[in-house]
Protein backbone atom coordinates (compact mmCIF):
# COMPACT_ATOMS: atom_id res chain seq x y z
CA UNK A 1 0.00 0.00 0.00
CA UNK A 2 1.49 3.26 -1.25
CA UNK A 3 0.98 5.89 1.56
CA UNK A 4 0.75 9.26 0.98
CA UNK A 5 0.74 12.98 2.87
CA UNK A 6 -0.38 16.38 2.10
CA UNK A 7 -0.54 19.21 4.82
CA UNK A 8 -2.72 22.83 4.50
CA UNK A 9 -5.44 25.00 6.04
CA UNK A 10 -8.04 24.12 3.84
CA UNK A 11 -10.35 26.33 5.18
CA UNK A 12 -12.93 27.99 3.10
CA UNK A 13 -12.43 24.64 1.38
CA UNK A 14 -13.10 25.21 -2.31
CA UNK A 15 -11.89 23.45 -5.45
CA UNK A 16 -8.57 24.31 -5.99
CA UNK A 17 -8.14 22.40 -2.75
CA UNK A 18 -9.91 19.11 -3.78
CA UNK A 19 -8.15 18.94 -7.18
CA UNK A 20 -4.63 18.83 -4.75
CA UNK A 21 -6.16 15.96 -3.16
CA UNK A 22 -7.55 14.42 -5.86
CA UNK A 23 -4.07 14.10 -7.94
CA UNK A 24 -2.85 13.47 -4.25
CA UNK A 25 -4.45 10.58 -3.48
CA UNK A 26 -4.13 9.49 -7.75
CA UNK A 27 -0.55 8.67 -6.19
CA UNK A 28 -0.85 6.02 -3.98
CA UNK A 29 -3.65 4.37 -2.08
CA UNK A 30 -3.93 6.24 1.09
CA UNK A 31 -3.62 9.65 1.43
CA UNK A 32 -3.62 11.41 4.93
CA UNK A 33 -3.84 15.48 5.39
CA UNK A 34 -2.39 16.93 8.20
CA UNK A 35 -4.27 19.74 8.47
CA UNK A 36 -3.27 22.96 10.29
CA UNK A 37 -4.43 23.41 14.17
CA UNK A 38 -5.87 27.05 14.78
CA UNK A 39 -3.28 27.92 17.19
CA UNK A 40 -0.82 26.73 14.34
CA UNK A 41 -2.59 28.60 12.01
CA UNK A 42 -2.86 31.89 13.84
CA UNK A 43 0.93 31.89 15.52
CA UNK A 44 2.91 29.98 12.56
CA UNK A 45 1.02 31.47 9.34
CA UNK A 46 -0.87 34.50 10.43
CA UNK A 47 -3.99 32.91 9.30
CA UNK A 48 -7.45 33.40 10.64
CA UNK A 49 -9.78 30.57 9.38
CA UNK A 50 -13.10 30.98 9.11
CA UNK A 51 -13.94 27.35 10.23
CA UNK A 52 -12.53 26.03 13.56
CA UNK A 53 -10.31 22.66 13.11
CA UNK A 54 -12.74 20.08 14.16
CA UNK A 55 -14.77 21.90 11.48
CA UNK A 56 -12.11 21.88 8.91
CA UNK A 57 -11.52 18.55 9.81
CA UNK A 58 -14.91 17.14 9.25
CA UNK A 59 -14.79 18.80 5.91
CA UNK A 60 -12.10 16.71 4.87
CA UNK A 61 -13.17 13.48 6.29
CA UNK A 62 -15.96 13.59 3.48
CA UNK A 63 -13.89 13.89 1.04
CA UNK A 64 -13.82 10.71 -0.82
CA UNK A 65 -9.97 10.95 -1.60
CA UNK A 66 -9.24 11.56 2.20
CA UNK A 67 -8.38 8.45 4.54
CA UNK A 68 -7.28 9.93 7.43
CA UNK A 69 -6.86 13.52 8.86
CA UNK A 70 -4.30 14.62 11.56
CA UNK A 71 -3.31 17.51 13.58
CA UNK A 72 -0.48 20.04 11.86
CA UNK A 73 1.11 21.64 15.14
CA UNK A 74 4.31 22.76 13.63
CA UNK A 75 6.63 23.11 10.64
CA UNK A 76 9.39 20.67 12.46
CA UNK A 77 6.48 17.46 12.26
CA UNK A 78 7.26 16.02 8.60
CA UNK A 79 10.15 14.38 9.36
CA UNK A 80 7.90 12.25 12.56
CA UNK A 81 4.91 12.02 10.54
CA UNK A 82 7.07 10.67 7.38
CA UNK A 83 8.09 7.76 9.63
CA UNK A 84 5.67 7.51 12.31
CA UNK A 85 2.84 7.01 9.43
CA UNK A 86 5.49 5.23 6.89
CA UNK A 87 4.76 7.74 4.42
CA UNK A 88 5.65 6.75 0.75
CA UNK A 89 5.19 10.18 -0.96
CA UNK A 90 4.91 13.79 0.54
CA UNK A 91 2.34 16.16 -1.93
CA UNK A 92 1.70 19.63 -1.95
CA UNK A 93 0.98 22.55 -3.86
CA UNK A 94 4.24 24.02 -5.99
CA UNK A 95 3.83 27.70 -4.12
CA UNK A 96 6.17 25.62 -1.73
CA UNK A 97 8.21 24.14 -4.37
CA UNK A 98 11.87 23.02 -2.78
CA UNK A 99 10.43 23.80 0.38
CA UNK A 100 10.15 20.60 1.73
CA UNK A 101 13.20 18.12 -0.27
CA UNK A 102 14.73 17.09 2.65
CA UNK A 103 12.10 14.70 2.98
CA UNK A 104 13.98 13.16 0.15
CA UNK A 105 16.83 12.33 2.69
CA UNK A 106 14.20 10.09 4.80
CA UNK A 107 13.41 7.95 1.52
CA UNK A 108 10.25 10.14 0.87
CA UNK A 109 9.38 10.87 -2.66
CA UNK A 110 8.40 14.97 -2.74
CA UNK A 111 5.64 15.83 -5.48
CA UNK A 112 4.99 19.65 -6.28
CA UNK A 113 1.46 19.49 -7.84
CA UNK A 114 0.17 22.63 -10.03
CA UNK A 115 -2.29 24.89 -7.66
CA UNK A 116 -5.44 25.72 -9.40
CA UNK A 117 -4.62 29.08 -10.48
CA UNK A 118 -8.01 31.18 -10.66
CA UNK A 119 -9.39 30.46 -6.66
CA UNK A 120 -7.90 31.09 -3.28
CA UNK A 121 -9.61 31.34 0.28
CA UNK A 122 -8.27 34.93 0.65
CA UNK A 123 -10.55 35.49 -3.01
CA UNK A 124 -14.08 34.24 -1.44
CA UNK A 125 -13.20 36.40 1.58
CA UNK A 126 -12.91 39.17 -0.31
CA UNK A 127 -15.77 38.75 -2.79
CA UNK A 128 -17.46 38.36 0.33
CA UNK A 129 -16.51 41.07 2.34
CA UNK A 130 -17.00 43.62 -0.94
CA UNK A 131 -20.55 42.21 -1.07
CA UNK A 132 -19.49 40.71 -4.63
CA UNK A 133 -19.73 37.05 -3.93
CA UNK A 134 -19.92 35.05 -7.73
CA UNK A 135 -23.56 35.16 -7.51
CA UNK A 136 -23.66 31.85 -9.43
CA UNK A 137 -26.35 30.22 -7.00
CA UNK A 138 -29.45 32.30 -7.35
N1 LIG B 1 -4.04 24.73 -3.32
C1 LIG B 1 -4.18 24.54 -4.70
N2 LIG B 1 -4.85 25.46 -5.43
C2 LIG B 1 -5.38 26.56 -4.84
C3 LIG B 1 -5.26 26.75 -3.46
C4 LIG B 1 -4.58 25.81 -2.70
O1 LIG B 1 -3.68 23.54 -5.26
N3 LIG B 1 -6.04 27.46 -5.62
C5 LIG B 1 -3.30 23.72 -2.57
C6 LIG B 1 -2.08 24.30 -1.85
O2 LIG B 1 -0.98 24.37 -2.75
C7 LIG B 1 -1.87 23.29 -0.74
C8 LIG B 1 -3.30 22.83 -0.41
O3 LIG B 1 -4.13 23.20 -1.53
O4 LIG B 1 -1.13 22.17 -1.23
C9 LIG B 1 -3.83 23.51 0.85
O5 LIG B 1 -3.77 24.90 0.66
P1 LIG B 1 -3.67 25.84 1.97
O6 LIG B 1 -4.75 25.50 2.89
O7 LIG B 1 -3.47 27.26 1.50
O8 LIG B 1 -2.30 25.30 2.60
P2 LIG B 1 -1.03 26.13 3.06
O9 LIG B 1 -1.46 27.30 3.86
O10 LIG B 1 -0.20 26.33 1.86
O11 LIG B 1 -0.36 25.11 4.11
O12 LIG B 1 3.16 22.77 6.17
C10 LIG B 1 2.58 23.13 4.95
C11 LIG B 1 1.44 24.10 5.14
O13 LIG B 1 0.55 23.68 6.16
C12 LIG B 1 0.70 24.31 3.83
Redesign the pocket.
Known amino acids: MKRVI??????LL?Y??I??LKRAKELGDYLIV?L?TDEFNSVE?N?HCYFSYEQRKSLLEAIRYVDLVIP?ES?EQ?VSDAHEYHIDTFV?????KGKFDFLKDEGVEVVY?????E???TQIKKAFSDGKGKGNCS
Not at 92 to 96: M, V, Y
Not at 113 to 117: A, D, G, N, W
Open positions: TYGTFDHGHALASKKEWKIGDDWLSRTPISS
